[in-house]
């Protein structure tokens, strides 16, 4: 079992629709949480970090639930221009630095 | 803003040839990393480093080793390339368990 796991996709939603992609993580030591962004044949970017309390910048919004160790973004109203692959990213910091990769989920927004 | 900086965006080399891959960043980041990113694989972590002139294995180091010999300059050295190590590579650097600042990769084709 991957310790970062997300739904490959791909999602396919009209402009304007609202989508949300969930990610799981299995190591409950994983202390942060993130949300990166990738374009076809770019490097990935980061998109936003994760809090407990939930965080959210513009159409996006980012949850986190540690107790069902959980990670989920909304992204309302899409734009065509959000049409790029997702990927969950879970950091710890216990005996050793290590950040992981979920393997992304696809989105296309048509018009 | 944090850069990353890949040498080259697209290189080809022969099979047995030695492939140096230099990624420098401008922010006095400890932490930098080399990954690849292969469709259906995503990302992969072959090294890291925490400080100067240390360096980690990743989780595919086999066929890889790096160079840090100054804080902002991480090297990746594919000492003998095969066509297997045909890949897009990302250097990236970050502080602490925080979020990555990738390079925009160099998508290296073995011949």
């Known amino acids: 079992r991957k310790e970062v796991e997300q739904d490959p996709g791909p999602f396919n939603v009209p402009e304007g629709a609202t989508v949300a992609f969930n990610c799981t993580y299995s190591n409950s030591a994983s202390q942060s949480f993130f949300w990166y962004r990738q374009d076809c044949r770019k490097e990935p970017k980061l998109l936003m970090s994760v809090y407990s309390s939930g965080n959210e910048d513009g159409r996006f919004t980012a949850q986190l639930n540690r107790a069902s160790q959980y990670i989920s973004l909304l992204i309302r109203d899409s734009k065509l221009s959000d049409s790029a692959t997702y990927l969950c990213v879970v950091a710890r910091n216990t005996g050793g630095f290590k950040t992981i990769f979920g393997a992304g989920t696809r989105l296309f927004v048509k018009a | 803003d944090v850069k990353v900086t890949q040498s080259s965006r697209y290189l080809v080399k022969r099979t047995g040839e030695k492939v140096f891959l230099e990624c420098v960043q401008d922010m006095d980041h400890e932490n930098m990393f080399w990954y690849r990113q292969d469709p259906g694989l995503g990302l992969r972590l072959i090294y890291f480093?925490?400080?100067?002139?240390?360096?980690e294995k990743g989780d595919i180091p086999e066929g890889y080793s790096v160079s840090r010999e100054k804080k902002e300059r991480f090297s990746l050295i594919l000492e003998s390339a095969s066509t297997n190590q045909t890949s897009m590579y990302l250097c990236?650097?970050?502080?602490?368990?925080?979020?990555?600042?990738f390079g925009s990769g160099t998508r290296l084709t073995v011949v």
């Open positions: 990236a650097s970050s502080l602490e368990v925080e979020g990555y600042t």
């Open positions: 480093s925490y400080d100067v002139k240390m360096k």
